[in-house]
RNA sequence: GGGCGGUUAGCUCAGCGGUAGAGCAUCGGUCUUACAAACCGGGGGUCAGUGGUUCGAACCCACUACCGCCCACCA
């Protein structure tokens, strides 16, 4: 007997494939079938393994196997994000540990020392995607700021720059005072808040009364320079032209008439900010009004807001505002409100709107054949309604601040000349020989991160040059990604690849579930909600991890999973406890091989009913699972699975042909059972793989076999005339009558040894014939 | 203010036009030599509500009620 563990041991089997898969160069591309290429949505260089990356890798670890045994030449191309904010925010905590700012360190050191992290910490977790079993082609890894993508991001903006798609702009952005920086509207989140509506009263310079404003932000009221009323309010139509004098600061600013003020709102009378709110921006570019800005970078009030509030933190100076402006009885009243804020996506810190200059992309051009491609169907969502909120995004873009005051990036690849003319080039050389002998200096600020991974597809496959790799697996087949960076990712990544390629970047998106704990709350690190991947696969193996994920990936619909409880996650244990049933199958099939392991050992049809049966189930579910992968519902093929082997191969034809199948002696009716068994097990396995790799693999190679590895194994296809559906019928009577006297005999309580007879009013003859020779 | 999801067994979820399913939990029974991480049997559901379409609806349509997400410059 050959000697198997009794219960399947993941840890052994993953460190001993895994390397021999990578090694062996089994995760490159191979032969000359059709091309199948994803690459991967690259993690942030400071993350880890959480456990919806573990769900997204999973996913496309299993399509690309499954498109290898299919015959695809097949390529996934893994990599990291340099991952502007987030990485910079790490390097400056640790900083702030040793006591710096990276003031402290100038801007040279201190990206020098980002770099030394990056290259410390940012293989970390393309380590943990390999503990998944992923099957990425690891010699093609790329970064966004590696050498040859560097290339790929000038190449973008100084193209985009030619072509007038870029451009400089004085304009109110989204500043964060947290992270220091502008960001873009995406970048933005939007929440209700309980605060207050202030209803502030503003004389007018003759002495003939006054108008009333309502706002939320007091403070920002020592940059008024108008006040606005709508053209048709009544109430304000004599009024309009008058001169107020600002309350706290003394400064004249008129009462204009603009669309803008809503008269149902309020008194009808908005105060106009221009250099700290978009509308009023807009407002005052329509007036020609001065933009007076009275809150600084760090959100603190500046010189402007006058010596009384100039340092002040901008909530202070609203409370100090209020007590002045209450104290000369100009606070007509207050009331509570739900104010819609702002917060910063990355630190949620209140947005300050703050005029400023920077670079923007214009969009809607470039949006254009991007929305063109997805309602012709060449770009496809999964689940298709997400393509509704792509496009709906895409018909209402607005441009993209693409400037970042940060240090950590893409610099931006603009050199102004000492008389104010911009020179954009490739490269620092191509600057200067540009400049002709002027004086240069480069633009302080980076890249937003988006704007490189905006090129992922086709920068990782070589562009801007004409690589062979570019050549053969561009355009791409799926994007697998999260549905929160649709607009962020994928709608830029459609431009760009429209824009430099004439291509589509990828045909299919495919939007993964969201991973959410056992209140339906976000999984989050910071919540502390989160469940630690490699623990899980530790305890249990990355099989168990992956088949668990994956067979509650219905597309697009949340999962919640467990957090670990007295160290257990019930979740995963049910997938171990199902690797751990395929393991003792085939142990069972194993220890009763005989002859059938030697080579010359054939497949003989049989005419019995359980033989029959099991062909047309396999039959079927090969279909099914095949059609279920094409659709990305990997659920439905693991559970198509999941049910075949354990109910109709481990409960009922290992139960019925074990008589056979465990015979002492070797006839050739035996033999014959044991060929038939083998070749279910076998192809289950190679229909599992896709999803649970390492003991697929590790059973298949203690079979008998031919070739190097599962991996590379032909995936099964339907076989015409083993539908028999007679064959299922029959079965199902024959399970329907044994699963009858099984209850008849718990419910008289029959022990298992004594024999009951049974009368058989059943005329159907295979039946008959089945329960005569399995009476037992 | 617009839009999109969800509401099915105690829990987590499949099913999306033809006699209600899975895993876990629960109850009863099994050391039946592949597997107690297992095996056998059982109990448990007016499929959120109301109305409609249909021979037939958890599944299609309309409305309602909760829960969640996304978008939006109403101070």
């Avoid at 700012?101 to 050191?109: A, I, K, P, Q, W």
């Avoid at 670079?359 to 809607?364: A, P, Q, T, Y």
């Amino acid at each position: 007997m050959i000697e198997i563990p009794k219960a399947y041991e993941p840890q052994s089997v993953e460190a001993k494939w895994y390397p021999i898969w990578e090694s062996r160069g089994y995760f490159k591309p191979r032969g000359e079938g059709r091309t199948y290429t994803i690459t991967i949505p690259p993690p942030n260089v400071t993350g880890s393994l959480h456990i919806g990356h573990a769900l997204c890798y999973s996913l496309q670890d299993a399509l690309i196997r499954w498109k290898r045994m299919q015959g695809y030449k097949t390529l996934c191309v893994p990599g990291t994000d340099h991952a502007g904010i987030a990485t910079q925010n790490v390097v400056e905590k640790e900083l702030r540990k040793e006591g710096l700012t990276r003031h402290d360190l100038g801007r040279e050191r201190f990206v020098e020392r980002t770099w030394e992290f990056v290259n410390k910490y940012g293989g970390v977790i393309l380590e943990q995607l390999r503990r998944l079993g992923c099957s990425f082609d690891w010699d093609r890894t790329r970064f966004t700021r590696d050498e040859g993508y560097v290339e790929a991001v000038m190449e973008c903006f100084v193209r985009w720059w030619e072509d007038g798609l870029i451009y400089r702009g004085k304009r109110v952005i989204n500043w964060c005072p947290g992270c220091l920086t502008a960001i873009s509207d995406i970048e933005v989140e939007h929440e209700d808040r309980a605060a207050k509506l202030y209803h502030l009263r503003y004389p007018f310079k003759d002495g003939s009364g006054s108008v009333v404003v309502a706002t939320t932000r007091p403070e920002t009221m020592l940059g008024d320079t108008a006040v606005a009323v709508n053209p048709s309010d009544e109430r304000y139509k004599d009024l309009v032209g008058k001169t107020i004098v600002l309350p706290l600061v003394g400064r004249e600013i008129p009462l204009i008439a603009d669309d803008y003020a809503k008269s149902e709102f309020g008194s009808g009378a908005v105060k106009v900010t221009p250099a700290h709110d978009l509308n009023d921006f807009e407002a005052g570019m329509r007036h020609n009004l001065p933009k007076v800005i009275v809150i600084d970078e760090r959100g603190k009030m500046s010189a402007e807001a006058g010596e009384r509030y100039a340092g002040l933190d901008r909530f202070e100076a609203r409370e100090r505002v209020l007590e002045d402006l209450a104290a000369l009885g100009l606070v007509d009243k207050t009331e509570d409100y739900s104010v819609p804020t702002a917060l910063c996506a990355r630190c949620h810190t209140i947005i300050e709107p703050l005029l400023s200059e920077q670079w923007f992309v214009r969009m809607k051009d470039l949006a254009q054949p991007a929305i063109d491609v997805v309602k012709q169907g060449r770009v496809s969502f999964y689940p298709d309604r997400y393509q509704r909120t792509y496009l709906d995004w895409m018909e209402n873009i607005r441009d993209w601040t693409i400037s970042r005051q940060l240090w950590w990036g893409h610099r931006i690849p603009v050199w102004s000349t000492e008389d104010g003319e911009y020179i954009v080039a490739r490269s620092d050389a191509e600057a200067q020989q540009k400049a002709n002998g002027k004086k240069i200096s480069q633009d302080e600020d980076v890249l937003d991160t988006w704007f490189s991974s905006a090129l992922w597809p086709h920068a990782v496959l070589g562009w801007p040059r004409q690589t062979e790799d570019l050549a053969t697996f561009y355009p791409t087949s799926v994007l697998v990604t999260a549905r929160d960076i649709i607009y962020l990712w994928v709608s830029r990544m459609i431009m760009t690849g429209l824009y430099f390629t004439k291509e589509i970047p990828f045909s299919d998106v495919y939007i993964y579930a969201t991973v959410l704990d056992e209140q339906g709350r976000r999984m989050s690190k910071s919540l502390g909600t989160g469940v630690d991947p490699l623990e899980l696969i530790e305890q249990y193996g990355s099989d168990a991890l992956r088949f668990s994920l994956l067979v509650r990936a219905a597309r697009g619909q949340d999962i919640r999973f467990a957090k670990v409880e007295n160290g257990r996650q019930p979740q995963v244990e049910e997938a171990r406890n199902f690797a751990n049933k395929i393991w003792n199958a085939a142990r069972f099939v194993m220890m009763n091989l005989g002859d059938a392991s030697k080579a010359e050992a054939k497949w003989v049809p049989s005419d019995e009913l359980a033989d029959r049966w099991i062909l047309a189930e396999l039959n079927a579910t090969i279909d099914q699972t095949t059609r279920a992968l094409d659709e990305y519902k990997l659920n439905e093929a693991g559970q198509t699975l999941y049910h075949f082997f354990w109910d109709d191969f481990c409960d009922w034809y290992i139960e019925l042909s074990k008589s056979q199948v465990a015979a002492s002696e070797e006839t050739p009716e035996v033999l014959g059972a044991r060929c038939r068994i083998l070749y279910v097990l076998e192809t289950s396995l190679r229909l599992l793989h896709p999803l649970m790799p390492y003991i697929t693999e590790d059973i298949w190679q203690r079979l008998p076999h031919e070739g190097e590895s599962i991996m590379l194994q032909e995936w099964p296809t339907p076989e015409a005339g083993r539908e028999d559906q007679g064959a299922r019928d029959q079965m199902g009577t024959l399970i329907a009558l044994i699963t009858k006297v099984r209850n008849i005999r718990s419910i008289f309580n029959i022990p298992s040894q004594s024999r009951v007879k049974l009368h058989l009013g059943i005329a159907d003859q295979a039946v008959r014939s089945l329960v005569l020779s399995n009476s037992d």
